[in-house]
């Protein structure tokens, strides 16, 4: 019997994490997808494909495509503020840039609960902004914000600021400044030479961010219920309602693995446009 070398047994440790912590989970998910629920417990073993079917009811349809149109604007807002934001920062002196990364970084370390109570509190009627804009005159009648679909979008930005941010940071710090500087010497004005020098040297990595965000948008939960309304709610929030709330775990799993599917559908739809447009 041949001996497993030692660079085949480092390679088993990532296979083995992977099985332990997505692979595992994952399949024990899919198996109770396909599980009848039971009103006294949470499901009764079976093979039905009731389950995926209740999928294609109104009620999912419209939550599927709220959480889409939800996560779609968030990440598109969150990569229109963090690339011009870091653009300016690595033009500025190391010690500066150092100052922004540590912030960035440090608001990484805030947890999402944190950040939604934050938002809570500052846009409530009685100690945030609308008391502040009532008191200097702006706003004759104030009232609270929140829970909004726009305070809801508000806490994804807040969320994915710093992690786009500092995606873009590596390859904005280290690239060829001599490029923006011949337009300007020929007399392109600075918004032209953002618009159509800069931005098309990293439509890739702009897209990879837009994509990133939108799955990770897919999947917030505390955001959407702290900050937004019922009517808000995106597809995660409704399988946590049924899975936990109705103790229909079956559901919950069914609705969990379309939603799976549809993101590598996304996922997969990115690679294959990238590879065209690299062999074009």
Same mark, same amino acid.
């Given at each position: 019997?041949?001996?497993?070398?030692?660079?085949?047994?480092?390679?088993?440790?990532?296979?083995?994490?992977?099985?332990?912590?997505?692979?595992?989970?994952?399949?024990?998910?899919?198996?109770?997808? *396909?599980?009848?629920? !039971?009103?006294?417990?949470?499901?009764?073993?079976?093979?039905?494909?009731?389950?995926?079917?209740?999928?294609?009811?109104?009620?999912?349809?419209?939550?599927?495509?709220?959480?889409?149109?939800?996560?779609?604007?968030?990440?598109?807002?969150?990569?229109?503020?963090?690339?011009?934001?870091?653009?300016? &920062?690595?033009?500025?002196?190391?010690?500066? =840039?150092?100052?922004?990364?540590?912030?960035?970084?440090?608001?990484?370390?805030?947890?999402?609960?944190?950040?939604?109570?934050?938002?809570?509190?500052?846009?409530?009627?009685?100690?945030?902004?609308?008391?502040?804009?009532? $008191?200097?005159?702006? $706003? =004759?009648?104030?009232?609270?914000?929140?829970?909004?679909?726009?305070?809801? &979008?508000?806490?994804?930005?807040?969320?994915?600021?710093?992690?786009?941010?500092?995606?873009?940071?590596? =390859?904005?710090?280290?690239?060829?400044?001599?490029?923006?500087?011949?337009?300007?010497?020929?007399?392109?004005?600075?918004?032209?030479?953002?618009?159509?020098?800069?931005?098309?040297?990293?439509?890739?990595?702009?897209?990879?961010?837009?994509?990133?965000?939108?799955?990770? *948008?897919?999947?917030?939960?505390?955001?959407?219920?702290?900050?937004?309304?019922?009517?808000?709610?995106?597809?995660?929030?409704?399988?946590? !309602?049924?899975?936990?709330?109705?103790?229909?775990?079956?559901?919950?799993?069914?609705?969990?693995?379309?939603?799976?599917?549809?993101?590598?559908?996304?996922?997969?739809?990115?690679?294959?446009?990238?590879?065209?447009?690299?062999?074009?």
């Amino acid at each position: 019997m041949k001996r497993l070398s030692p660079a085949h047994l480092i390679g088993l440790f990532p296979l083995g994490m992977m099985s332990l912590f997505f692979l595992g989970p994952l399949a024990f998910m899919i198996v109770v997808s *396909f599980y009848k629920r !039971d009103p006294l417990g949470f499901y009764d073993v079976a093979f039905v494909w009731d389950n995926y079917a209740k999928f294609f009811s109104s009620f999912y349809y419209t939550i599927s495509m709220r959480s889409v149109w939800s996560s779609a604007l968030g990440a598109v807002i969150v990569v229109l503020l963090a690339f011009p934001a870091i653009y300016i &920062i690595t033009d500025m002196k190391r010690r500066w =840039q150092l100052f922004w990364i540590i912030l960035l970084l440090s608001l990484m370390c805030l947890s999402e609960v944190i950040l939604g109570f934050a938002w809570l509190i500052l846009l409530s009627e009685s100690s945030g902004i609308p008391k502040f804009m009532g $008191w200097i005159g702006l $706003w =004759q009648d104030p009232h609270s914000l929140s829970p909004s679909f726009g305070a809801m &979008i508000i806490g994804f930005v807040t969320l994915g600021f710093s992690l786009v941010a500092l995606m873009f940071y590596p =390859q904005l710090a280290q690239r060829d400044r001599s490029i923006e500087e011949a337009a300007l010497t020929l007399g392109t004005s600075p918004p032209r030479v953002l618009t159509r020098v800069v931005l098309p040297n990293y439509r890739g990595a702009i897209i990879g961010a837009v994509v990133t965000m939108f799955v990770y *948008f897919l999947g917030v939960f505390v955001m959407p219920t702290m900050l937004g309304r019922p009517q808000d709610w995106n597809m995660t929030v409704i399988i946590t !309602d049924k899975a936990v709330g109705d103790a229909n775990m079956p559901l919950g799993s069914a609705l969990s693995v379309i939603m799976l599917l549809f993101t590598l559908l996304i996922i997969g739809l990115l690679m294959l446009a990238s590879r065209k447009e690299h062999r074009s």
